[in-house]
């Protein structure tokens, strides 16, 4: 096993000198300022349009808003269902005088991965996976590769390690820059803002009997963590098409299709039951968290982490038959 | 040769850190999500602050149903909207307009509001002009029939909460104003024999009552407003107001703040 | 080089490949011993590739054994590759690497190879300076260079060439002749594959000529001229009874269209030239026979066909086609 060491480290090595990881710090330290200045914005008009700053009115006046459009006959059933479960949970928020959206730096950050679980960290992980596999067939190297005395799966392990690592410096590297660009804007403070967990959705209703309340850097760092697993499928994932495709452009653009699909599907499969066992349906694991409506009813955390453990699992399995048995032209 | 030195180290320290960090964060979170802990949160009830009615904006909260929503005016601004421009003309004013209300509230809902959701609890006690309509999704629902024995009885209990309703705002805040919109008839062409109107007419008139009550509470009478000639001052429902019909509210809301504004 | 049959570096036992039913490689068995440069010739197609990526288990034979010192390719992959350094085609390397990091990232796949060993192949090769320099930057001789580097790394016991010569100037190939012959003097054993028998016949001790995934030929160099020394080349008149008589006589072949290798003798359906591979005992009684039969000799001449002629023929001209 020790000589995996150096393989790991010569992966690592690689991805950092294609400077994959600088063109991921350049996405985020691009789009964060952009998404802060926006934020900014949004509470600064709703501050304009409701004329007060005290959380509570703007919050109440947001629940009345739902209920409101609730009560339109033509409103969607599954809007409704939606709408109804944000009422009630803002409304427990408001009850218990606990401010979901307290501006500081650490209250954007967390919203801001929360939001980017669905589509933006799985793209960011695409970017460094999606061709680990093929860009070595791409350049030729494969043949230097799988001619060393070193097992072919412990060259694919080496890779699968590197994909790891990076994956967790990448949602690590977010969250930090999330934080110190946000910051500047909302202050650095609001680690231990109240934050609330423990919703659970049933139907249209939601149940509160397990609410508690948690200091918001525990909420982020499980968030996090949720994050992670998420990221981690979506690597393993596109290293398995990244062996499969030997074009790293075809590769990316499978990966690319499907991580859209999964967002579209997510958005619209309420009424397609066995869509649930699609991985993209289930990535935003986040969502158990924050006590929001999962896209199909029934799914829960457990379920969602078998779907995706499946999934990784099963992807893993294929990457290493393959390459472990395919020739090399 | 001469990065990779420093570089390995760092990065290998660095995003093992990071994992180590986030499979904590994992278990930590499915943990915390499968096996939660009993809440032992208890409601909070915000308590009576008089300093925030102290900072010096015009606050006009708008409380009830349909009416005060607005619901029927293409620029969904409603009377509250058009009173709260009104008031913003004036000399060195300035104004918010907070609007709770929500369609189809009954008094029973406005009164659960009230006394329970913070956020409108807050704004009672900033508000120095509290619009209000309520009582006519008690008395009947647009389209069914009206059947005066019911809606005898359902009078009264929405009359009780009337009265309710306005000492809570009164506890809440000692010195608002509370402008009271009574009730119009909308359906007169579907209420040949008058019941309807004779029932609109006796709440209106328990409702004053209750208004004399209390000093802060006026009545803003709303039924001759849409006469005979109603509907053209009603949308497309037939029922809610339009945007002249709301103008034509705030007017009459205008005159007394107006005169408020004055002494 | 029979002294050394004892210690084969390289054994290649009637080894075939079947891709989608068809059989790319049909049997090819040759062995390479220790300190000897070993050409691999055939045309382009011919399966020489093939027969490379199996040697370094990028492909898995259908049949056969594939031996490195005694260790089973497929087998024992990790004992077995790390005996052999290769360049399979092109000198690939990682274009966004300097060099030495290059390097550095090879090491890190075999055992026991140090800095000191990094530097010592550098110096081997003759990298010099631009050892710090991004890849991409480098001209092919410096990727070849490097390549050759990466492949010396781990102290093989055989080194794999493919088409070495690919891409390199006439001074460059000279240059890579006398390195080679170096590295062989130093006890390596070096195979190098070529489609053109020229460039290869003064680095190999000895070849092997493949032909549509089967080995035709194998032996030293002179060895296989031996027989082509048996080249005759006859002019007479008339041509088509001649070559009826010849055929028919034993230990006489006609060989079709040699003419091409020259264009010298203008095909002339009366007068033009013929060529038998015979034995030079032979011909004699051959002159006997013809004259017998009223054929007209003008000139017999035992002429060998140059070594690029005579790859054509073995390979019937595939190089061209």
Redesign the interface.
Known sequence: MN?LL??V??E???L????RFFVIIGIIAVLIPIFTYAQLRVSLDRQEQ???S?W??????R??DY??RM??PRVIEEWRKWMSVEVQRL?YY????VNPEEPSGVTFTREFVKNAVGLFVPLLVMVIASDLVSSEHA???I?????????RWKVLLSKYLAM???V??I??ALAALCYIISGAVFGYGGWHAPT???F?VAGADID??????IAQW?FI??????V??TGVLVGCIALMVSVIVRSTAAGMGIMLATLIAGTILSNMVSSWESAKYFFMVNMD?VR??SGDIPPIEGMN??FS?WVLTVWAAASIIVSFSVFT?R??? | MKTSRWLWPLLAISSLAACLLLISGLIYGISTILYPAESNLQRVNVERDDQLNEDGVWTILALGDSITKGTGDATSKGYAGQVRDAVDAWDDTEVRLINMAVNGYTTEQLHTQIEQQNGVIVSIQQADAILLSIGVNDLYTPGEEVLPEDVADSMTQALSRIEDIVQALTELNTDVRILYTGLYHPLREIDPDGELAALLREWNYQVMQVADAYPQVVFVPTYDLFGDNGTRYLSGDHYHPNEEGYKRIAARIMQVLEEDWHE | MSSSKASAVLKVQNVKKKIKNKWIIQGVSFAIYEGEVFGFLGPNGSGKTTTIRMLVDLIRPTEGTIEVCGKQVQKEHDAALQQIGSIVENPELYPYLTGWENLEHFAGMLPGVTYDRIREVTDIVGMGARMHDKVRTYSLGMRQRLGIAQALLGNPKLLILDEPTNGLDPQGIKELRAFIRKLADGGLSIFISSHLLSEVQMMCDRVAIIRRGAVIAEGRVSELLQDAMNRIQWRLHPRDQAQELLTRMDGVELIEDAGREDDLHPVDDEWSYIWTQMEPELVPQAVAELTKHGVSIYGVEVKPPSLETLFLTLTEGESIE
């Open positions: 000589s150096p393989l480290r010569n690592m090595l690689k950092w000198k294609k400077k409701i004329g007060t005290d509570r009115v703007s919050l109440q006046q629940i009345n209920a409101n009560s339109s409304q408001l009850d218990h005088d350049q030729g190297t043949k230097l590769l799988l001619t060393r005395p070193v097992s790891l690592l990076y967790s410096l949602v690590t609330l967990i423990g659970q509160t009997s397990n609410v508690n309340m525990r760092l499980m968030e996090l963590g949720l992670f697993y694991l158990y968290l955390l457990s982490l048995r020739d090399v032209y």
